[in-house]
């Protein structure tokens, strides 16, 4: 019996040291997310563009949950849905109807949306179902400024739940500066570390684009509404033109 009240005792214990730190991190993810923008103006932002590091553009429709996954390497154009496999495949200059190429290069582009996007917008998904976080402490990031890290895992969500990140939040400026990467949870030495700099207004929300020694994101835009030919065409004009 005596084991017994113990052990609740301290389960008990572990909880309550929990909830703090959970408290805490859900505090400091609300105020970055205020800082970028609020979570309204990005519910209110209906597309984002991105150019991602030289390998692919994507156009992401918040909206009708739809992507626009272009390669830039090779001739391939990938456009579906999110939640469903329809959509249209190009390649090699001419489209694709077959059904079996159709789901298979429409899950590829929803893994790629999933990685893509994070590199992008990842500050404002810190409140998605799934993702736990815990306040990990005070620490300098590796642009030397002084930084609140919020420790990000995965509850049985996305393509790679064991991935495990350390976000670094600017305490001035509630930004996120940098991030590092884990493969899985256990992993004491990072795979990747990038700082997150040169933020800039697109829109109604505040995007950072250069990811140090990895390099950029580029053509970042933000629209209201697109013409709707960008989810149906093989080719469409340059982001740029599509401000117009």
């Known amino acids: 019996m005596k084991k017994l009240c113990l052990l609740i005792f301290v389960i008990a214990m572990q909880q309550g040291n929990a909830q703090p730190a959970f408290s805490k991190a859900q505090s400091l ?5 205020d800082a970028m923008g609020g979570a309204d103006g990005f519910h209110e932002t209906k597309y984002i563009a991105w150019n991602f590091f030289g390998y692919r553009r994507i156009i992401w429709d918040k909206e009708n949950n739809r992507i626009r996954v272009e390669y830039l390497k ?3 154009t990938i456009i579906t849905y999110l939640h469903k496999d329809e959509g249209y495949l190009y390649m090699n200059g001419q489209e694709v109807t077959e059904p079996d190429s159709l789901k298979k290069y429409f899950d590829k582009a929803r893994r790629v949306w999933m990685n893509d996007s994070y590199w992008l917008v990842m500050p404002f998904k810190l409140r998605d179902n799934g993702v736990v976080l815990q306040y990990a402490g005070e620490e300098k990031s590796m642009l030397g400024t002084d930084c609140e890290v919020i420790q990000l895992t995965f ?3 996305g393509a790679t739940p064991e991935n495990k990140y350390l976000v ?3 305490k001035q400026t509630k930004l996120v500066d940098a991030w590092k990467y884990f493969e899985t949870f256990e ?3 990072p795979n990747i570390s990038n700082t997150w700099t040169e933020y800039a207004q697109y829109g109604k929300i505040m995007l950072s684009g250069n990811r140090g020694s990895e390099g950029k994101l580029t053509e970042i835009h933000t629209w209201q509404s697109v013409p709707e030919y960008v989810f149906i065409d093989r080719e469409i004009p340059p982001f740029d033109m599509l401000d117009k």
Do not use: S
């Open 187 to 189: 992993d004491a030495t």
């Open 168 to 170: 670094y939040i600017n």
């Open 29 to 33: 993810v609300n105020e970055c997310i």
């Open 74 to 76: 090779k001739q391939l």
């Open 155 to 157: 509850d049985n969500v």
